[in-house]
């Protein structure tokens, strides 16, 4: 079975038995594995879970935060130097393109969305 077979199957599977699931109606096939670091799958563990539960709920009754002031919040990040798949715009008819790279990181910007 191809990656393909198995997100149309998990689908089939979800959708036929009523379990509710955020997969594409259109495309009739879960969605693809992200990647994830090892850094970040490590720190994703039931102990560092709790605490932050913990520590959520200790600063919501400590400062009487009210739920509609809670809000679930996903972050990007934007890099002022280029990368190898950044496109070029040129003039029609150039014959050579040349692109200056950087060794450098560059700035980082987080955007909040």
Known sequence: MTARNVRCLAYQLSDKNG????????????????ATSVARARAFNKPVVTKFYI?????????????????????TFLNTVLGKDSKVVVQ??????????????????????
């Open 92 to 113: 029609t008819g150039r014959k050579q393109v040349a692109r200056i790279t950087s060794a450098e990181r560059g700035l980082t910007t987080t955007a909040v969305i």
């Open 55 to 75: 520590l959520l709920k200790v600063e919501v009754i400590k400062k009487k935060i009210p739920a509609h002031c809670i809000f679930n919040v996903n972050e």
């Open 19 to 34: 379990i509710k699931h955020p997969f594409s109606k259109s495309k009739q096939a879960a969605g693809s594995p992200e």
